[in-house]
C-alpha cells in the first residue's frame, strides 16, 4: 500500500484534524508544518502531491502509538528508514493495544476470514521459518474494518 495513501486513511479513521496530525509528529520528535500534512493528503494526481516516504510515514505512527498508549520511559524507538506492511500492521497492533483476538474481529468486519496462526504469522521474524509477508489487501482489510469500528459505528 502506498504510504501517502495509509495517512489518509488513518486521519479519516480517527477523524484527526491538520493540528491533530502535527501533533502526532511532533510526539515521536519530527515537527512538521501544516502545508506539508496538506501535500501528503492530497490526491496522486494534484499538482501539489508530496509523497510520504518510509521514514516519515514511521515517525507518524510512532507518534500515534505515544497518543495512543503514552510515552515509554527511556530511549524511544527510532523511525525504520524501510517499511513494508508487517511493519505497519505491527505498529497498528500496539498502538491500539489489540491481540489476535480483536485483530481477527477487525477482519470479520469486512468478511475476511483468517486463522490465528495465519494471523501470527505476519508478527513474526523475517528470519522465521512460518514468517508470511503481509500482502497489501489484509492491510487494506484491516483498515476498512478500523473504518467501520472506529468511523463509521459513530
Given at each position: 500500500?502506498?504510504?501517502n495513501d495509509i ?90 493495544n489489540f491481540k ?55
Amino acid at each position: 500500500m502506498d504510504n501517502n495513501d495509509i495517512l489518509r486513511r488513518v486521519r479519516y479513521i480517527f477523524d484527526f484534524s491538520d493540528s491533530q496530525m502535527m501533533e502526532l509528529f511532533a510526539l515521536a520528535d519530527n515537527e512538521v508544518n501544516r502545508a506539508q500534512i496538506s501535500n501528503w493528503l492530497k490526491k496522486d494526481d494534484d499538482p501539489y502531491y508530496k509523497g510520504l516516504l518510509d521514514y516519515e510515514l514511521a515517525t507518524f505512527l510512532n507518534g500515534f502509538i505515544i497518543h495512543k498508549r503514552g510515552k515509554k520511559e527511556g530511549p524511544q524507538p527510532a523511525p525504520e528508514k524501510k517499511l513494508n506492511n508487517n511493519i505497519v500492521f505491527r505498529k497498528f497492533k500496539i498502538a491500539l493495544n489489540f491481540k489476535d483476538e480483536d485483530i481477527l474481529e477487525i477482519f470479520n468486519l469486512v468478511d475476511l476470514r483468517i486463522s490465528k496462526t495465519e494471523l501470527s504469522a505476519f508478527f513474526r521474524n523475517p528470519n522465521q521459518k512460518q514468517y508470511r509477508p503481509c500482502k497489501d489487501q489484509f492491510l487494506r482489510n484491516f483498515l476498512q474494518g478500523l473504518q467501520l469500528k472506529y468511523r463509521d459505528s459513530k
